[in-house]
């Protein structure tokens, strides 16, 4: 069986930048991390390697630096990895961003499954991987919590909804999304870090894809964030203390006579 698992290099939640005139974030000089639902992709791919036999592949499209997250998805299992970088990439959207990654994976040639994070923390679409299973034309099972079973060329598996579960079947090849109730990631080893260290990282241009430039980046991106700003907050507030009982009372006073101002109760 031959898994792809398509990851994001991510900034911590803490150290998130906006460049204000082009509308992007700012990856560069930032300390980022693997985005934390891919982690669950990961060790779902090597459950299944370990499982069914074959191999796991890791990919991501991103600054050079995005070799650290590569390297540390062979510490957790994987088999190798394949690094999508240059300038050309930088700003892309969803779109652009799934166009690529579908290339690549086109270019890999023949594979089973393609095992993805329902989201990543920093755009927080959850468009990325159903992209790449339209412009890949296969089946695609969003929010999967539970892979049950893979069989004659089929995978049986369960989706998390709002109001339940769902059971699917699909033919394979095909694309999951899967949610942190799947699993739950195991750490490096110590004989992944060593693979992992040792490993050799292809990198990848758009001329070994063979993709215009047009296509790529803010050029190839249909959307574009148009303003961004730092909300203002307007209002004030009131804090009300209560020690004992006396400043109890006159908090539930002030409380009462807020809401008769405000009109609150009809």
């Known amino acids: 069986m031959r898994i792809i698992i398509p990851i994001k290099q991510v900034p911590e939640t803490s150290n998130v930048r906006m460049d204000e005139s082009t509308g992007t974030m700012v990856r ?3 300390e980022s991390i693997i985005n934390p639902l891919d982690l669950y992709a990961i060790e779902a791919g090597v459950q299944l390697k370990e499982e069914h036999g074959g191999s796991a592949t890791v990919l991501t499209m991103g600054p050079p630096s995005a070799e650290k997250a590569l390297r540390e998805a062979i510490a957790m299992g994987c088999d190798e990895a394949i690094l999508i970088t240059g300038k050309e990439f930088a700003g892309s959207d969803t779109w652009a961003t ?7 994976i086109g270019k890999l040639g023949a594979y089973d499954i393609i095992l993805a994070g329902e989201r990543a923390t920093d755009g927080d679409t959850g468009q990325v991987g159903p992209e790449i299973s339209s412009f890949l034309d296969i089946p695609l099972a969003a929010y999967v919590s539970s892979i049950i079973e893979i069989t004659d060329g089929k995978a049986t598996v369960e989706r998390l909804l709002e109001d339940g579960y769902e059971t699917l079947r699909v033919e394979l ?3 999951l999304t899967v949610v942190k109730e799947i699993n739950f990631p195991r750490l490096p080893t110590l004989g992944g870090k060593k693979k992992a260290k040792e490993a050799e990282i292809p990198v990848w241009s758009r001329g070994i894809l063979e993709i215009q430039e047009g296509e790529l980046g803010l050029k190839g991106s ?4 148009d303003k961004i700003f730092t909300p ?9 203390k209560a020690h004992d009982e006396q400043s109890a009372q006159n908090a539930a006073k002030e409380i009462v006579k ?3 101002e405000k009109n609150l109760l009809q």
Request: charged share 20%; aromatic share 6%; no cysteine.
């Open 28 to 30: 560069e000089g930032v």
């Open 98 to 104: 799934a166009y690529t990654l579908s290339s690549a």
């Open 173 to 175: 090849p095909a694309l």
């Open 222 to 225: 249909p959307t574009r964030v």
């Open 232 to 240: 203002k907050v307007l209002r004030d507030g009131m804090m009300l």
């Open 258 to 260: 807020f809401i008769k």
